[in-house]
């Protein structure tokens, strides 16, 4: 079967570095997406990995090792404006996407 | 701006009372479809469109219909609308295949069924 799964929540302090994990399991697997999703708004993309290793983007940074079906997302110089929901998702063998529950991400001064 | 609109934004309605949501987008993507997102259970998908003229069920599709008449179109239909289908829906688009994970989503729309 599939699933995925990554923790509820986490609390961070302004300026600080975060890393929220995401595991998931299946048998097809087409890469690895992190959407950022602010109370009552859409989700929107952050950053996709489809093999191994570190993609950075500015204070953003998404990590993927498919042996492990294991997935972090890292937050540097953390802003209160990056207080959101953080979602995982993987695109399945039929390049459907699964998605996580998201992580609240609560940002304390 | 390239972009994908829904509407209508908020609703209230009454159990059993037909109503559509409405989808568009205008970046000619191949890709189309519905989630509704609720507290603690995350995105989970209703219906989705490949292609035109093409549509299959998602995870959640009870109770709902889609049609992909032309490309830029995918209006979410409600025959009997029922309490448990209070929600925020999304609808999102995307190139579709090996970019189907990157979508691209409307604003939301938040409807309350009483």
């Known amino acids: 079967g599939q699933n995925i799964d990554q923790p509820t929540e986490m609390t961070a302090t302004e300026g600080a570095i975060v890393q929220i994990n995401c595991t998931y399991q299946t048998s097809g697997f087409n890469g690895l997406f992190w959407y950022q999703q602010h109370a009552g708004e859409a989700p929107t993309f952050l950053s996709y990995n489809v093999l191994d290793g570190l993609e950075e983007k500015g204070r953003f940074s998404s990590f993927l090792s498919r042996s492990k079906g294991y997935s972090y997302l890292l937050l540097k110089e953390l802003q209160m404006k990056d207080s959101a929901s953080y979602l995982c998702?993987?695109?399945?063998?039929?390049?459907?996407?699964?998605w996580g529950a998201g992580t609240k991400l609560i940002i304390k001064p | 701006e390239a972009q994908v609109t829904q509407n209508p934004r908020y609703l209230i309605t009454v159990t059993g009372k037909k109503l559509t949501v409405t989808c568009s987008q205008n970046?000619?993507?191949?890709?189309m479809s519905w989630y509704r997102q609720d507290p603690g259970l995350g995105l989970r998908q209703i219906y989705y469109?490949?292609?035109?003229?093409?549509?299959d069920k998602g995870d959640v599709p009870e109770g709902y219909k889609v049609s992909r008449k032309e490309k830029r179109n995918f209006p979410l239909i409600l025959e009997s609308p029922s309490p448990n289908q209070t929600s925020l829906y999304f609808c999102?688009?995307?190139?579709?295949?090996?970019?189907?994970?990157?979508?691209?989503f409307g604003e939301g729309s938040r409807l309350t069924v009483l």
């Open positions: 998702a993987f695109l399945d063998s039929n390049y459907q996407l699964i």
């Open positions: 999102a688009s995307s190139p579709g295949d090996r970019e189907a994970g990157e979508l691209f």
């Open positions: 970046m000619n993507h191949e890709y």
């Open positions: 469109s490949m292609n035109v003229e093409v549509t």
